[in-house]
Nanobody
């Protein structure tokens, strides 16, 4: 099995920054793409960003492009999401996912999910 644990969420003012971390453990054979999704109550889970484990190719949702940066540390089996210039509309529970294929925008392409971490941006 693959286990994913997110951390780094919290409360931040608009215009501020946060860095989320996703630590992966277990079998990683199916972890072709790792992604970040976010979800608010009553809404569909929304794609945010993704990265390939091998080459580090990245893909971003238009809503976060230029503000968020996804990266990975292979030695630590960890994926990061650096979030800058945060807006109140970024408020959501952020989930890390593993096992997605390219293009990585559909949540149904991922096999494993973390528990989520809350990000709240105040105005």
């Amino acid at each position: 099995q693959v286990q994913l644990v997110e951390s780094g969420g919290g409360l931040v003012q608009a215009g501020g920054s946060l860095r989320l971390s996703c630590a992966a453990s277990g079998r990683t054979f199916s972890r072709y793409a790792m992604g970040w999704f976010r979800q608010t109550p009553g809404s569909e889970r929304e794609f945010v960003a993704a990265i390939t484990w091998s080459a580090g190719s990245t893909y971003y949702a238009d809503s976060v492009k230029g503000r968020f940066t996804i990266s990975r540390d292979n030695a630590k089996n960890t994926v990061y999401l650096q979030m800058n210039s945060l807006k109140p509309e970024d408020t959501a529970v952020y989930y890390c996912a593993a096992g997605g294929s390219w293009p990585p925008v559909s949540s149904r392409k991922y096999d494993y999910w973390g528990q989520g971490t809350q990000v709240t941006v105040s105005s």
